[in-house]
C-alpha cells in the first residue's frame, strides 16, 4: 500500500517532520518531531507539534509509532509530548546507547541515567519490520552521522534522516563523537542502491537563496546530482571533503540541549530539588 505523506518544515531548525499514515481515519506514524526551544530565554513551546497534532485529528488518524531517525543534535524532540497527547509507541535505532553512553560522560549525568536504550518503547534493529496499519515498514541501519542512525522505508518511500540532504546541499556531516565518514559513504550507497524512483525524504533543508526549502528528492536525482556522493565519486575521495568541510563547520546552535533531550526519547532532564528543570552546559569540552 503506498504511503500518504504529510511533512512540516521548521524554518528555525531547518528540520521537517512527517506524519505518515495509510488512509483517514486509519494509522499513522510521526517521524523526527520537533519541540520549539528559545535558547535565549530557556522557554520551551509546543507550537510545531501542535501542528500535527491538529492534523491528525482533523484526519482521525491513531498514532502507532513516534520514530527518530537518530538522536538529533540540532533540535528538540516533541516525542514525549506526543506520546502524552495521542499515543504511540516511541522507537530509535538499536545502536542508540551507545550514542547515550557518549553524552552521559559529556554531560557528566547521575546514576538516574542508565545508558541502555529503555527511554525508548523499541529499538530496531536493521532489516526489522514494522506495521503502521495497513503499512508495511523497515528499518534500515545508516550509520556515519551518529552510530544509530536509521532510515525507515514505507514501499517506496525512504525517510532517510540525516545521511542525504538535496542534492544541491550535499550530505551530513560526520564529525560528532561516534560519527565516521567512512561509515557515511557505506550507508549513502545502501540508500542509493534502491530503484531509481525511489523517493528520499530529507530530515533537513539548508535551502540555497535562490530556492525554497524543499525536502523530496529521488535516487536517481541524488545519483546524477548529489554536490557531495554523485556517481564517480569513489569513498577516499568522499572521506576527504567530508573531513575537510566538518573541520570548518560550527556545532549546531541546539547541541547542547537537544542531546539532553533527544537521548531521553523526548523526556527533559529530571527537575531538582527546587522543581525547577536545568540543561547542562559543559565548558571547553566539545
Known amino acids: 500500500m503506498e504511503p500518504r505523506t504529510q511533512a512540516y518544515y521548521d524554518p528555525a531548525t531547518w528540520t521537517v517532520s512527517y506524519i505518515v499514515f495509510d488512509e483517514p481515519g486509519g494509522c499513522c506514524a510521526i517521524i523526527d518531531p520537533v519541540l520549539d526551544y528559545d535558547a535565549k530565554s530557556g522557554r520551551i513551546r509546543t507550537f510545531s507539534a501542535d501542528k500535527l497534532i491538529a492534523f491528525i485529528r482533523e484526519q482521525r488518524l491513531s498514532v502507532e509509532w513516534i520514530l527518530e531517525t537518530h538522536a538529533h543534535a540540532d533540535h528538540l524532540s516533541s516525542a514525549d509530548y506526543l506520546k502524552n497527547q495521542l499515543g504511540g509507541k516511541t522507537g530509535i535505532g538499536n545502536q542508540i546507547a551507545a550514542v547515550q553512553k557518549t553524552f552521559k560522560k559529556i554531560f557528566n549525568l547521575g546514576d538516574e541515567f542508565i545508558p541502555d536504550g529503555h527511554h525508548f518503547d523499541h529499538l530496531f534493529a536493521d532489516g526489522e ?25 514505507f514501499d517506496d518511500a525512504i525517510f532517510v534522516g540525516d545521511t542525504l540532504f538535496m542534492p544541491d546541499v550535499g550530505t551530513a556531516r560526520a564529525d560528532f563523537p561516534g560519527g565516521n565518514a567512512h561509515q557515511l559513504f557505506k550507508s549513502i550507497q545502501r540508500l542509493l542502491a534502491f530503484p531509481a524512483t ?79 528543570t536545568y540543561f547542562k552546559i559543559p565548558i571547553n569540552l566539545l
Not at 519490520?129 to 522505508?153: E, M, N, W
Request: glycine share 4%.
Open 129 to 153: 519490520t514494522f506495521q503502521v496499519g495497513k503499512l508495511t515498514a523497515k528499518a534500515i541501519a545508516v550509520s556515519g552521522h551518529t552510530p544509530a542512525d536509521l532510515a525507515y522505508q
Open 198 to 276: 525511489t523517493r528520499l525524504y530529507m530530515c533537513h533543508d539548508y535551502p540555497p537563496a535562490a530556492r525554497p526549502a524543499k525536502w523530496e528528492s529521488t535516487v536517481a536525482q541524488q545519483h546524477a546530482q548529489n554536490i557531495h556522493i554523485h556517481d564517480g565519486i569513489d569513498e577516499d575521495t568522499f572521506v576527504s571533503m567530508r573531513n575537510q568541510r566538518d573541520a570548518t563547520l560550527e556545532m549546531p546552535n541546539l547541541l547542547l540541549p537537544s542531546l539532553q533531550v533527544n537521548i531521553r526519547a523526548g523526556k527533559l532532564p529530571p527537575p531538582e530539588a527546587n522543581g525547577v
